[in-house]
């Protein structure tokens, strides 16, 4: 077989192009970090990260979501906190004015007070949150209380007596506190209703007053009850949340060291393959220099 020069001119032109293409390879795997670029570099490794960077797109989503709950966990645990203050004031006050020792001066302050603690109810009811009343169930654009002249009446229809729902995977974690669950009993009463009867029976004191407050004190009772289960329930809920997300945030760490496993580039590898391809092609140029006519090495320069 006759080599001509053609031929050598055209093998070295292979080699130096091919040469060429491997160190601007090298130079985009430094410059962007990934070895794979492109399903065709590696197609089972495209095809693996490719799923788990999906993976990590939705548990990052539920990661965010958990996040936004739990802080609204956070409004339902200050304002339940405070309902129990006022209960336990409420009860202090009404078991105060029960006391033949008080005055009718006494028993009036009394009852302006418990009028106050009245309408701090009324404004925990209708919390919000970014316009939303945390505690409308369904209707979280609707005031759950309103004023009826003095009276205070639930004003969330019963069908929209619905717990919030977190969806998780395959679960749903209920997470919402409604008017219904702290502000009524389950007879029917509402705080409301029971705090009117108290302070009417602390201005009008009668022989049946002492009786009457009694009473209410055993309704007043149960609200408490059910405030200090729901505001349990709230912490056992951010505690399961804020162990979920750590979980998912482990999970997405570690998709995130096996993706870069799989399309991540080695930088000290290849740095020093990019170093030795920029070697290997002055070489090739200095050889081909020697070996092919001066004008066509000046082309290919």
Same mark, same amino acid.
């Given at each position: 077989?006759? !080599? ?20 601007? =390879? ?16 590696? *197609?089972?490794? %495209? ?19 958990? &996040? ?23 009860? =202090? @006050?009404?078991?105060? %004015? %029960?006391?033949?020792? /008080? #005055?009718?001066?006494?028993? /009036?302050? !009394? ?6 603690? &009245? ?5 925990? %009811?209708?919390?919000?949150?970014? $316009?939303?009343?945390?505690?409308? $169930? ?9 004023? +009826? ?7 969330? *229809? ?27 009993? +389950? ?5 409301? $209703?029971?705090?009117?009867? @108290? !302070? ?20 007043? +009772? ?33 998709? #995130? ?19 030795? =391809? ?14 092919? *006519? ?8």
């Amino acid at each position: 077989m006759r !080599i001509t020069q053609s031929m050598i001119a055209n093998r070295a032109l292979n080699d130096i192009r091919n040469s060429m293409l491997k160190r601007e =390879e090298l130079s985009e795997q430094l410059s962007t970090g990934k070895r794979v670029r492109k399903p065709s570099d590696d *197609p089972v490794a %495209a095809g693996k990260s490719s799923y788990l960077m999906g993976r990590n797109r939705v548990l990052n989503e539920y990661i965010d979501n958990i &996040k936004n709950t739990r802080s609204v966990l956070v409004y339902y645990d200050t304002a339940l906190q405070e309902m129990q203050d006022v209960n336990h004031r409420i009860k =202090e @006050l009404t078991v105060k %004015a %029960a006391n033949d020792t /008080q #005055t009718l001066e006494d028993r /009036q302050h !009394i009852a302006e007070e418990l009028k106050q603690l &009245k309408d701090h109810l009324y404004k925990i %009811a209708n919390t919000q949150i970014n $316009g939303k009343y945390i505690f409308g $169930g369904a209707k979280t654009d609707l005031p759950p209380v309103r004023k +009826d002249n003095n009276k205070i009446i639930i004003n969330t *229809p019963r069908e929209a007596n619905v717990r919030a729902k977190l969806p998780l995977e395959h679960v749903e974690i209920e997470y919402g506190v409604t008017v219904y669950d702290v502000f009524r009993t +389950d007879s029917g009463e509402t705080v409301f $209703g029971i705090l009117d009867r @108290l !302070i009417d029976s602390v201005e009008n004191a009668d022989k049946n007053s002492d009786e009457n407050i009694e009473r209410d004190l055993g309704s007043l +009772d149960e609200i408490l009850n059910k405030v200090n289960a729901n505001l349990a329930r709230v912490g056992s809920t951010d505690n399961m949340l804020e162990s979920m997300e750590k979980r998912f945030e482990r999970v997405v760490d570690n998709n #995130t060291d096996i993706i870069n496993e799989l399309i991540g580039t080695d930088m000290t590898k290849a740095f020093s393959d990019f170093t030795l =391809e920029q070697n290997i092609l002055q070489a090739a140029l200095k050889t081909t220099a020697q070996i092919l *006519p001066q004008s066509l090495v000046d082309f290919i320069r």
